[in-house]
C-alpha cells in the first residue's frame, strides 16, 4: 500500500566528486564539493557528500563524509532538527524496534519502517513524502536497509520477495520471488540491506541450508546470478593468482546416508556486501558452517568447509569467482566475520595498494589486497589446540596486530574488584577455580580432564586458558570473544582525513559444546559491554579505545565526518559524537530509544544534518531494550521540542547488562529461603538429578529481603530418596566472591546477605547451571522528609538547545536520628524507568543535601506539577536500610 503525502519537485545535479587525500592530510584543507552524486556515479572509496545514497555510506561501505559544516568548534550548537514517529504515519501501526540504516538522496531519507515496510522522509522537514506497506503478501519483519537506483527504491519482504519502489511517488514498480534459474531455493531472503549498482540490485540470504547472494535485474527482478556459500562438489574454482581448489571436497565425504554437508551447510552472507566499479568486483561474506550436526560439531564435516567463514570476490555483472579469503578454517564456533566488507585506497611502505578491511567478529582485522585477496599487512599461521573429535585445522590465520584480546582474563573475585576487567572471565569454567583468597587457578582435575586424551597442545601449552579458538566437544569451554562478540553486524568506518578505521566491538565470551543451542551460551551472569576503537590502516597497529560501557556489535556502526568527528549510537538510546583523532566523547543526545543502527549525514539546502534511527532492537540485551519508532535528524541550530519541553527523549529504560538467569524470580518464602544445587526442578527425578542445564538451580531467581539466610542444599537421599544427587556441587558466588561452599550430596550452606544487590553464583562441577539470589531493601517512606528550597524548577536551557542546560537542582531530606547515609541516592522522575543519579551528596546535620545535574534531570521530567520521589540508603543499628520522600514541584521550562 502507497500513501502519497505530498508532492516536491525533484532536482539532482549532476557534479563531480572530489577524491580526497587517502593519506592522513584532512579532508577539510580540500574544499571538498557538496553537489549531489547519482547513484550510478557513486565511488566505492571517494567520500560522499550532500548525499548518502547507500547503507555503507558509499559502495565501499566507507560510512564516512566530506561534509564539513559540523565540526569540533560549533558541535556545542547541534541539536534536534526534527523527530519523525514513523510508525504513526499511515497505514499507521504500533509496531517498535528495527536494525535499518537510512539512506539519502537528494534531500530526502529512505528507510525500512519497524513493521518492514519503506517510508520516504523530507531531510530538511521530517515530513514524510509517501510510505509503503504491501498489501497482497507481509514485509519482513527484520531489516537492514534499502538501496536506490534508476528512479526506485528497493527492499525486500517475505516469501522471499524482492520490491522494487517508485522512489517519487512508493509505488510498487515490480515484485519479483527471488529463486535460481531453475527454480533453485536460494535460501531465505528478507533481512539483509540490498545494494545496487549499474542496474543490479544485489540480495542475500540471512538464513537457510544453503543460502546465496544473488544478482537481480533492477528493470524487473530477474534473476542475473547467484553464487551459493555452500558449492556443488566438483567444481573447481581458480582464482586470478593461479589457485585451484574444489571447494565441494573441503566439506569432507558424503556421509554413509548420502549427506553432502556442503549442501546443508548454513555459510549464510547475511550481511550487505561492497562494489568496486573500477575493478569490476563485488565483495561478500559468507557466516559459519552449520551442517551436518550442529555449527560447534565438526566430526562430519572433516576439512576447511569452503566458503564458510569466507570472504569471496566475484564478478559483479556475472558472478564469476574472482578469489576468496578464509578467515577461519573448518569453524566450529560461529566465529564468522560477516561483516560489511569496506574499501579504501591507502599507503603502505610508500605505495599506494587498494585494500580492503575484512573482519572483525574474531576480534581481528585483515587487510586485504582486494584484486587479488593477498595479505598487505602481515598475518601468521599460528599453530592451535586441536581435539582430535573435531577435525580442527592445527593453524588459523592470525593477523600480526590485534585489535581485541586473545585470551579472556581470570581476575581475582574480590569485592573491591567490580566490575573487573572487561574481558574477565566467570569462574568455574575451563577448570579454573577459586582458591581460599579468590584467585582463580587452573584445576587440572576439574571437569575438563575428561578432554584431555583428545587434546593435543602447541608447545608450551597444556590446557585450554579462554583463547581464541579453544577447542570443544560436549563440556562447555569459554572463549573470546564471542559468536555475538568481537565486531558482529555494526558496521565499521574508514576515515580519508585520519587514515583510521573504527569499529565498535562487544565484549561477550562465550562457552560452547556441541549441544549448545544459538552456537554457544553466552556465559550467564557475566558483564556484556562494550566500546569503539581505532587502528592505524597503513600499519594495524591500534590508535585508541573507548570501552563505553555498552555492547556495539549490533549495529551500533560508526560514522566519521571530514571534520574528524565520529557519530556512533548507543543501544541505551544515547547518540554520541566522538573526537576521531582520540575517541574522546564530545557530545551526546539522549533520543529516548535504543539504537541499533548506522548514523548518516548529508546536506539540504546549504545545511548539514545528521540523522539516526532510534528503534530498539534485542542483541544482547533482551526485553530490557527500550524499542521506538523514531528517526531523528540533528542540524546547528537545530530547536525541536519534544512534548516534555525537552528536546532530548526520555532516558531509557536499565539494561540488563549482566547476563540474566534464566527463569522468573521467586519470593523466598515460596521455598523457605532454600536453593537446591545442581537441580533443574524440585522433583524426585532422573531428569533433574545432578543438573547441568543452565537452568540447573532451584530456583534460579531467588528473591529475598536484605537480612535474609539463604540455604545452599545438595541435596541427597534425605531429600529425594529415588534419584539424590551423586555429585560434588559448589556455589561460586562471583564477582565479589561472598562465598563458595563445595558441598557433597546431603550437605547445605547458610549466608546471610547484609547488602543489597545481585549475587550470581554456579557450580564447580559443572559451570553451566546459575544461579542468582537477588536481595533488595524494602523501602520505608517518610512523608515530608523531601523539600526542595524552591516550590518551582526552573530548567530547560538558556541557549534553546539542550546543550545550554547547566547547573543543579537542590534537594534536602531529612534523616531520623541513628541513620547514617550509605549511598544510593536517586531521583525517581515521570518519564523514564531509571533513576536520576545524584550528582553530591552531603550530610548536614540531621539533613542530607542531594544535588542532581538540571542535564541529567531536564529530558526526564514534563513542565507543569510534577511528583519526585527521592530514595537513599542508610545504615540504622547496623542494617542496610532504604528511606524514601515524595515531593510535588513545579517545572518550568
Wanted: with cysteine; glycine share 12%; hydrophobic share 30%.
Amino acid at each position: 500500500m502507497r500513501i502519497p503525502l505530498t508532492k516536491r519537485q525533484t532536482t539532482v545535479v549532476f557534479g563531480t566528486v572530489l577524491a580526497l587525500s587517502l593519506a592522513t592530510y584532512p579532508a577539510t584543507g580540500l574544499g571538498a564539493p557538496t553537489e549531489n552524486t547519482p547513484p550510478d556515479a557513486v565511488s566505492a572509496v571517494e567520500p560522499t557528500t550532500a548525499d548518502m545514497p547507500n547503507v555503507g555510506g558509499n559502495l565501499g561501505n566507507q560510512h564516512y563524509s566530506g561534509l564539513t559544516q559540523i565540526n569540533q568548534q560549533n558541535l556545542k550548537k547541534l541539536g534536534p532538527a526534527w523527530q519523525t514517529h514513523v510508525s504513526a504515519v499511515a497505514p499507521a501501526s504500533d509496531d517498535t524496534g528495527q536494525q535499518t540504516t537510512p539512506i539519502a538522496i537528494d534531500g530526502v531519507i529512505y528507510t525500512d519502517t519497524p513493521s518492514g515496510g519503506v517510508i520516504a522522509v523530507d531531510g530538511k522537514t521530517g515530513e514524510a513524502e509517501w510510505k509503503w506497506e504491501p498489501e497482497d503478501f507481509d514485509t519482513s519483519g527484520t531489516r537492514r536497509g534499502v538501496s536506490a537506483g534508476d528512479g526506485r527504491v528497493y527492499t525486500l519482504a517475505s516469501g522471499n520477495r524482492a520490491v522494487a519502489l517508485d522512489q517519487e511517488t512508493g509505488e510498487q514498480a515490480w515484485v519479483a520471488q527471488v529463486e535460481g534459474p531453475n527454480g533453485e531455493n536460494l535460501g531465505r531472503v528478507d533481512r539483509v540491506a540490498t545494494v545496487y549498482h549499474d542496474g543490479i540490485v544485489y540480495a542475500h540470504a540471512a538464513n537457510g541450508d544453503r543460502a546465496a547472494v544473488v544478482a537481480l535485474d533492477a528493470d524487473d527482478g530477474s534473476h542475473l546470478w547467484h553464487f551459493f556459500g555452500g558449492p556443488n562438489r566438483g567444481t573447481v574454482f581458480t582464482d586470478v593468482n593461479g589457485n585451484s581448489v574444489d571447494a565441494g571436497a573441503t566439506w569432507g565425504p558424503i556421509l554413509a546416508d548420502g549427506t553432502d554437508c556442503a549442501l546443508e551447510g548454513g555459510s549464510t552472507p547475511w550481511m550487505h556486501g561492497s562494489v568496486d566499479p573500477e575493478l569490476g568486483m563485488y565483495y561478500m561474506t559468507f557466516g559459519n558452517a552449520r551442517s551436518c550436526t550442529s555449527s560447534q560439531d565438526g566430526s562430519d564435516r572433516p576439512g576447511d568447509n569452503l566458503f564458510s567463514t569466507t570472504l569471496v570476490a566475484v564478478d559483479m555483472t556475472t558472478g564469476d569467482y574472482k578469489w576468496h579469503y578464509q578467515s577461519i578454517r573448518h569453524d566450529v564456533w560461529d566465529m564468522d566475520n560477516v561483516h560489511p566488507p569496506t574499501l579504501a585506497d591507502i599507503m603502505v611502505d610508500g605505495a599506494t595498494r587498494k585494500v580492503l578491511f575484512y573482519g572483525t567478529k574474531s576480534g581481528h582485522q585483515f587487510v586485504l589486497d582486494r584484486t587479488n585477496g593477498t595479505s598487505v599487512l602481515p598475518v601468521i599461521e599460528k599453530e592451535m589446540i586441536t581435539d582430535s573429535r573435531q577435525h580442527h585445522s592445527e593453524t588459523q590465520p592470525f593477523p600480526e596486530e590485534r585489535l581485541l584480546p586473545e585470551c579472556l582474563v581470570w581476575e581475582k573475585l574480590d569485592a573491591d574488584n567490580i566490575p573487573g576487567d572487561p574481558w574477565r572471565a566467570v569462574p568455574n569454567y575451563n577448570g579454573y577455580q577459586p582458591d581460599e583468597d579468590g584467585n582463580l587457578v587452573f584445576n587440572p582435575d576439574s571437569y575438563v580432564k575428561a578432554d584431555e586424551p583428545f587434546l593435543t597442545y602447541p608447545e608450551g601449552q597444556d590446557h585450554r586458558q579462554g583463547c581464541m579458538y579453544d577447542p570443544q566437544w560436549d563440556l562447555p569451554i569459554l572463549s573470546t570473544t564471542s559468536q555475538n562478540g568481537g565486531g558482529d553486524w555494526s558496521n565499521q568506518s574508514y576515515s580519508h582525513s585520519t587514515n583510521m578505521v573504527y569499529f565498535p566491538y562487544g565484549t561477550n565470551p562465550v562457552a560452547h559444546w556441541n549441544g549448545a543451542s544459538a552456537n554457544g551460551q553466552r556465559a550467564i551472569g557475566q558483564y556484556q559491554t562494550g566500546g569503539i576503537l581505532a587502528y592505524d590502516a597503513s600499519t594495524g597497529e591500534q590508535t585508541w579505545t573507548n570501552h563505553l560501557g555498552t555492547d556495539m556489535s549490533h549495529g551500533q556502526g560508526p560514522l566519521t565526518t571530514a571534520s574528524d568527528l565520529l557519530f556512533a549510537g548507543q543501544i541505551d538510546g544515547r547518540l554520541l559524537a566522538l573526537d576521531a583523532t582520540d575517541g574522546d566523547v564530545l557530545w551526546e543526545f539522549q533520543t529516548g530509544s535504543g539504537i541499533a543502527s548506522a548514523p548518516i549525514t548529508y546536506e539540504v539546502d546549504g545545511e548539514q544534518y545528521v540523522a539516526v534511527m532510534a528503534a530498539g532492537a534485542t542483541n544482547p540485551y533482551g526485553g530490557s531494550v527500550t524499542q521506538g519508532d523514531s528517526l531523528w535528524a540533528f542540524k546547528l541550530g537545530g530547536d525541536y521540542t519534544t512534548a516534555s519541553g525537552s528536546q532530548e527523549g526520555p532516558n531509557t529504560a536499565p539494561l540488563s547488562i549482566r547476563r540474566p538467569v534464566q527463569g522468573d524470580a521467586v519470593e523466598g518464602s515460596e521455598v523457605d529461603n532454600t536453593v537446591l544445587l545442581a537441580r533443574s526442578d524440585r522433583s524426585d527425578s532422573a531428569s533433574s538429578q545432578d543438573s547441568t542445564s543452565q537452568a540447573g538451580m532451584d530456583p534460579t531467581h531467588l528473591r529475598v529481603e536484605v537480612g535474609s539466610t539463604v540455604t545452599f542444599l545438595n541435596p541427597g537421599a534425605e531429600t529425594f530418596p529415588n534419584f539424590p544427587n551423586q555429585l560434588e556441587h559448589c556455589a561460586t558466588q562471583f564477582f565479589e566472591g561472598e562465598f563458595n561452599p563445595r558441598l557433597q550430596p546431603g550437605e547445605s550452606y547458610e549466608h546471610t546477605f547484609d547488602r543489597a544487590g545481585d549475587y550470581f553464583f554456579n557450580d564447580c562441577t559443572d559451570p553451566r547451571p546459575v544461579g542468582k539470589i537477588e536481595v533488595y531493601l524494602e523501602p520505608t517512606d517518610q512523608p515530608g522528609a523531601l523539600r526542595f528550597p524552591s516550590s518551582t524548577l526552573r530548567l530547560g536551557s538558556g541557549t534553546g538547545q539542550f546543550t545550554g542546560v547547566h547547573g543543579k537542582v537542590t534537594a534536602m531530606f531529612d534523616v531520623p536520628a541513628g541513620y547514617h547515609y550509605d549511598g544510593g541516592a536517586q531521583l525517581q522522575t515521570p518519564l523514564t524507568e531509571t533513576p536520576v543519579e545524584a550528582a553530591n551528596v552531603r550530610g548536614a546535620g540531621k539533613k542530607l543535601v542531594v544535588q542532581f545535574d538540571k542535564a541529567a534531570l531536564d529530558n526526564n521530567v514534563p513542565e507543569g506539577d510534577v511528583e519526585l520521589t527521592l530514595s537513599a540508603n542508610f545504615i540504622h543499628d547496623g542494617e542496610q536500610k532504604q528511606l524514601t520522600s515524595t515531593a510535588t514541584v513545579r517545572v518550568i521550562k
